[in-house]
C-alpha cells in the first residue's frame, strides 16, 4: 500500500488498489449534468490503462444509438443494450476488471446485488444515473445504490430558466409516465427555484 502514496491523483490510486478488491462509483444528477461524459471519460481513461472494460445500458434508452451510451455533447463509448440485470451478469467476461454501466435508473432493483457482487469479485463497479425523477423524488434504484457505494459523484446541469445550479430535470411535454425516453425535446435542466414538480403546472406552457 506504500505504492498509494507515489500518486496524488484518485483515479491512479484505485488502480492500485485494484489487486486487492473491487469497489463501486456512483455518478448521479439531473438531466444533462454530465454523467454520461463523466462515465465516458473514466472508461476512456481505464481503457488506456489497457484493462478490460465492458459497458452496459439498459435496452430502453435507445436515445441516440442502439450500441453506444451516448453524451448529450456527442462522446459515444461503445456498449451492450440488455434488458436486466440478470441479462447483463450474464455477459460478464472473467478477465473483465471494469464494469461501466449507464442510464442506472432504469435497471430493477437486481443491480444493487449485482453490483456489490461484482466488485466483491474483484471489479471496479461504475453506475451513472438520474438521482431523481421528474417530479424530483428518489428515483430506484439509484438510491440503493449510492448508500453501497464507495464512491459517489454529483454532477450538476446549468438552468436554462436562471443560470443557476440545476439539480432537477424538468419535463417540458405532458405524460403521467414515470419513464418518459427524450432529450431535449422532453426535459430540461431546472434549478430549485425554477423547478416545477408537476407536469401539467401552468408555468411549463408560459
Ligand atoms: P447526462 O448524462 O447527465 O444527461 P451528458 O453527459 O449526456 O449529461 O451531457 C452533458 C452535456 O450536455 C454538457 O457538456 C453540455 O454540452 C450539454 N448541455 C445541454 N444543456 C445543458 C445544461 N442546461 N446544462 C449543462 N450542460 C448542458
Ligand atoms: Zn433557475
Not at 464494469?99 to 469479485?121: H, K, P, T, Y
Request: net charge negative; proline share 4%.
Amino acid at each position: 500500500m506504500v505504492e498509494e502514496l507515489v500518486f496524488d491523483n484518485t483515479e491512479e490510486r484505485r488502480k492500485v488498489r485494484h489487486n486487492d478488491t473491487g469497489w463501486i462509483e456512483v455518478i448521479v444528477g439531473s438531466m444533462f449534468s454530465g454523467k454520461s461524459e463523466e462515465l465516458i471519460r473514466r472508461l476512456n481513461r481505464a481503457r488506456i490503462a489497457r484493462q478490460a472494460v465492458q459497458v452496459f445500458k439498459p435496452a430502453i434508452d435507445a436515445r441516440y444509438s442502439h450500441e453506444d451510451i451516448a453524451s448529450h455533447s456527442g462522446q459515444t463509448h461503445s456498449s451492450i443494450p440488455v434488458a436486466s440485470t440478470a441479462e447483463l451478469l450474464g455477459h460478464i467476461l472473467p478477465a473483465t476488471q471494469v464494469v461501466g454501466i449507464d442510464e442506472g435508473q432504469f435497471f430493477d432493483v437486481e443491480i444493487v446485488g449485482a453490483a456489490n457482487r461484482l466488485a466483491s469479485e474483484g471489479r471496479r463497479v461504475i453506475i451513472a444515473g438520474l438521482d431523481q425523477d421528474f417530479m424530483g423524488k428518489p428515483f430506484e434504484p439509484m438510491p440503493q445504490l449510492l448508500s453501497i457505494a464507495e464512491f459517489i459523484t454529483k454532477t450538476h446541469a446549468i438552468c436554462v430558466k436562471c443560470g443557476g445550479t440545476a439539480n432537477y430535470s424538468q419535463r417540458t411535454v405532458e405524460s403521467d409516465q414515470l419513464v418518459e425516453v427524450g432529450a431535449a425535446d422532453k426535459y430540461e435542466a431546472r434549478c430549485r427555484r425554477c423547478f416545477v414538480p408537476h407536469a401539467d403546472a401552468p408555468t411549463l406552457h408560459d
